[in-house]
Structure formats: structure tokens, C-alpha cells
């Protein structure tokens, strides 16, 4: 369980967060209730798939989604414990 995020790790995030379409993806899988599939993701941008691959990897090595490989299928979910964290950490910076 991460209790605190070191401060390269909120660095991290903050620039993986610091782009629109990586935060309408972030916002596009926080309303599934299951993991949201790639293509499900992909479908609501008109980006190339190189270019959505840049973003949502991005996300997952901010560890802010959690990736699971389902054969040729890629299905995310929210990483609650990570975004749980950065949100305290910026909610004691005191802004």
C-alpha cells in the first residue's frame, strides 16, 4: 500500500497529467465500472494509434493506470492507491 509518493514520483505524474488528452483517457477509464479496453479508449480520439500508444503509456509509467494484456487486447484500469496519494500530496501542498 503507498502511503506517500517520493517527489520524482509526483513530478512523474503531474507530467503525465499535463496534457488534455491524457486527461480525457484518464477521465474516459475512471467512468468504467470494469477495465476499459484499448480500443475503447482509442475510438473516442482522432490521433494515430502511434500517438495514443505515447499517451497511455505515459499513464502507465506514471503508474497512474494499471495495464493488463488480454491476448492482442490492452485493458486499464485506475490505479485508486497511486491517484489516492498524489491527490493527499497536492491537497497538503495547502493551494
Known amino acids: 500500500m503507498i502511503t506517500e509518493l517520493n517527489i520524482k514520483q509526483v513530478e512523474k505524474i503531474s507530467k503525465a497529467l499535463g496534457d ?29 494509434q502511434s500517438t495514443m500508444s505515447h499517451h497511455i ?8 493506470l494499471i495495464a493488463d494484456k488480454d491476448g492482442r487486447n490492452l485493458k486499464f484500469v ?6 489516492g496519494a498524489y491527490a493527499d500530496y497536492i491537497k497538503n501542498l495547502g493551494l
Not at 57 to 62: C, G, S
Not at 78 to 83: D, P, R, W
Open 78 to 83: 485506475i490505479n485508486k492507491e497511486v491517484c
Open 57 to 64: 503509456k505515459q499513464l502507465i509509467d506514471a503508474d497512474l
Open 20 to 48: 488534455p488528452y491524457r486527461l480525457k483517457i484518464m477521465k474516459i477509464v475512471s467512468k468504467s465500472e470494469t477495465c476499459t479496453q484499448c480500443c475503447d479508449v482509442s475510438a473516442e480520439f482522432n490521433l494515430a
